[in-house]
């Protein structure tokens, strides 16, 4: 499996646009990159999931480069509830048997 | 989405106690599920991989007489955490995989179960 490695944490302030990058530089021809937010006391969500290129859904944009050797998780406008741990997680091709990295812990100020 | 539910969301014991934690997958059958344990601020630590109808698959480290699991059903697994220490207390997650659905790589999540051996 393929070992992420993400920043410990982050700032920033409501309203910014946040990018938080994760490097897997051993990530297999089937991997999947997911990105989870998980708040205390909780269990992860799900937020978005790519192979390569570019991801967009309702609540951010993943950017993949062309190497895969890293991923970018776009949080646009954050608010104060996006305060959370985001986790960086490389899935085989078969979605089994995930490994959580450390994790960025976004603390977003008013 | 798909929604993963756990029970007991919290539970206190004596040392010494076995205690049983559920966690079902609600809308969807699961055939491999995943048990987690997190610590106070550290992050999702894999214990096991519970396959239906079989037995399940333990992390390096992880006890397996200790922490017993249990997948009887498409839809329900059980980690049973036997005599139970203080040093067992954590928040223990548990997350499924829908066949079903495109994503291959997206697991639902439940809600967790808070632990504390006294």
């Not at chain 1, 309702?58 to 190497?67: G, K, N, Q, R």
């Not at chain 2, 049973?80 to 659905?101: L, M, Q, W």
Request: aromatic share 10%; charged share 20%; hydrophobic share 35%.
């Amino acid at each position: 499996l393929a070992k992420t490695t993400q920043p410990i944490s982050m700032d920033s302030y409501e309203g910014q646009e946040v990018n938080i990058t994760c490097s897997h530089n051993n990530i297999a021809t089937n991997d999947y990159i997911t990105w989870y937010q998980q708040f205390p006391s909780q269990g992860p969500r799900f937020i978005i999931q790519g192979y390569k290129t570019k991801v967009t859904n309702e609540v951010a944009s993943l950017f993949i480069p062309a190497d895969r050797k890293s991923s970018t998780l776009s949080l646009p406008r954050v608010s104060l509830s996006d305060t959370a741990v985001y986790y960086c997680l490389v899935v085989g091709g078969g979605g089994f048997k995930t490994i959580f990295g450390a994790g960025t812990r976004l603390f977003v100020k008013a | 989405g798909a929604v993963v539910s756990q029970h007991p969301s919290w539970v206190i014991c004596k040392s010494g106690t076995s205690v049983k934690i559920e966690c079902r997958s609600l809308d969807f059958q699961a055939t491999t599920m995943f048990w987690y344990r997190q610590f106070p601020k550290q992050s999702l630590m894999l214990m096991a991989t519970s396959n239906e109808g079989s037995k399940a698959t333990y992390e390096q480290g992880v006890e397996k007489d200790k922490f017993l699991i249990n997948h009887a059903s498409l839809t329900l697994s059980t980690l049973t955490v036997t005599s139970a220490h203080p040093e067992d207390s954590s928040f223990y997650i548990c997350s499924a995989r829908d066949g079903d659905r495109a994503t291959a790589g997206e697991l639902f999540f439940g809600e967790g179960s808070r632990l504390t051996v006294l």
